[in-house]
């Protein structure tokens, strides 16, 4: 820096903020700024509208309410804010209070705020040629008709409609500074995507005036960032749904089979009370409750036919016998297509298991040493009956003088026959009561496993519906 040019520096400055404020004084001695700024009252003012989205603050569903951080930077000519530059050594514009000069009262049609408070008073730019403008930042809150029918894959339309409150289009028109919103400074927002914000102009007559009033609608279009519900809402009860097919699985006589549904039922009802605390009390469903009732409808469903299923298990002696077309359709066909074996059996060694269990029952039970059965069947006893009698028919013939001892000998016998008889029938009966009871269980367990995999289709598939709207 050579001697004597700072020096020079601050007299040029002080000599435009010299000219500055003779401009300032002589600008505004006679200025009203409660008129419209036109020398012709008849002549329209043109105010040029420019909105640029910072940042998206919050989206309330429920009350259905956008709050966004806007710059809106306003443009008009005033015609009695003009001067000749070159009379004030070149300055060509000045910054001063916004509440000095006249302003458009443009504001926000669908706020939804209960603040009225005036607009933020930041400085205005004035131009030689009367040119100002205004930026203003401005926190607004706007009603939004939120549509939660696709929630949480759903996508919004919220529009801000600016225009002037008092003046009709004759006085105060609307222009558009650009097509759509500025977006260039856009803070990204960790639950919604921008996909745009077109702009159009609209002249609507209203039924109080006759007059026209323009307006600019900014369209904003939001996409949901769909990642927070689906860990948090949806994952979790996809997994609780697949729980509720597994009730069929589980032994009926675990005592666990109610219990369960029940438990998942509660769970998702659960879920279903936080879906319903955060969307509007509106009549579309959201397609996640949409999930979760039908999630809750088929597990209220499972749990019912459990219930009935646990009592056809528990059929004993004193239930009637299985139907001959269950017996086939179900014993027969079914059974070998969900590879339900018999009760005590498993699909590992379903043979062995079934003949440890008849030695078990039949041979230790009723039959001797000699590995031969006396107690099968009807035929068995007569010959025990002729055995017996050939015996006692023997013994009389050859040792006549002992008939009274075989005639007692004789009623020993046929006591014992019958004691026998009475041994065999309980046998049997209950062989054919615990048979008919194991078939019951067998119906059972086929409705289980078959059931079980009627569920797990429709959960599959409910599952495979709800993920393909996200796609």
């Known amino acids: 820096m050579q001697p004597g040019e700072g ?29 419209r700024p036109v020398e012709d009252t008849d002549k329209v003012l043109n105010v040029t509208l420019q909105i640029t989205l910072s940042q998206i603050k919050d989206m309330d569903e429920r009350n259905q309410i956008l709050t966004a951080y806007l710059w809106i930077r306003q443009s008009w000519y005033d015609a009695y804010l003009k001067w000749d530059k070159d009379k004030y050594d070149g300055l060509d514009s000045i910054r001063i209070p916004s509440n000095l000069v006249w302003r458009p009262d443009i504001v926000l049609y669908n706020k939804a705020d ?9 400085n205005v730019v004035l131009r030689y040629d009367g040119k100002i403008t205004w930026d203003a930042p401005a926190i607004t809150k706007s009603s939004c008709v939120v ?17 002037s409150w008092t003046y009709n289009g004759n006085q105060v028109d609307i222009i558009n500074s650009l097509d759509s919103g500025d977006l260039s400074d856009f803070v990204e927002d960790v639950e919604w995507e921008i996909h745009g914000m077109p702009a159009v102009k609209n002249v609507i007559t209203y039924g109080c005036c006759s007059e026209p009033y323009p307006d600019v609608t900014f369209t904003l279009i939001l996409k949901r960032k769909s990642s927070f519900y689906i860990f948090n809402l949806l994952l979790p009860c996809i997994l609780i749904s697949f729980l509720a097919p597994l009730g069929f699985y589980l032994p009926a006589d675990s005592g666990e089979k109610v ?25 579309n469903v959201p397609l996640i409750g949409k999930y979760y009732i039908a999630t809750m409808t088929m597990i209220t469903a499972s749990t ?11 059929c004993g002696s004193e239930a009637k016998p299985v139907p001959q077309w269950a017996r086939v359709v179900i014993l027969d066909y079914m059974s070998k297509i969900f590879f339900v074996y018999d009760v005590g059996e498993n699909c590992t060694s379903p043979r062995r298991e079934k003949e440890q269990e008849h030695r078990l029952e039949g041979g230790d039970m009723c039959r001797g040493g000699d590995g031969k059965s006396h107690l099968s069947s009807r035929n068995d006893d007569s010959d025990l009956k002729e055995n017996l009698n050939g015996n006692w028919n023997k013994s009389f013939g050859v040792h006549g003088e002992n008939v009274r001892e075989n005639v007692n000998c004789c009623s020993c016998y046929k006591m014992l026959i019958k004691n026998i008889e009475y041994i065999a029938n309980c046998v049997r009966d209950h062989k054919a009561n615990r048979a008919k009871g194991i078939e019951w269980k067998k119906v059972a367990k086929v409705m289980d496993r078959f059931f ?20």
């Open 147 to 163: 549509d939660v029918s696709y929630f949480p894959f759903d996508s919004q339309q919220c529009n801000l409609t600016f225009g």
């Open 7 to 35: 020096k020079s520096k601050e007299s040029v400055e002080s000599a435009k903020g010299k000219y500055a404020q003779m401009l300032f004084n002589e600008l505004f001695e006679d200025y009203s700024n409660a008129l």
């Open 304 to 314: 019912a036919l459990t219930i009935i299923i646990m009592n056809v298990h528990h």
């Open 452 to 471: 079980m995999w009627i569920f797990f289709i429709m959960v599959f598939f409910m599952s495979v519906l709800i993920i393909g709207k996200a796609a």
């Open 114 to 122: 209960d603040d009225f408070s005036e607009p933020v008073n930041t």
């Open 259 to 283: 219990s369960l549904g029940v438990t998942v039922l509660l769970a998702l009802t659960v879920f279903q009370l936080m879906v319903a605390e955060i969307m509007p009390p509106s009549e």
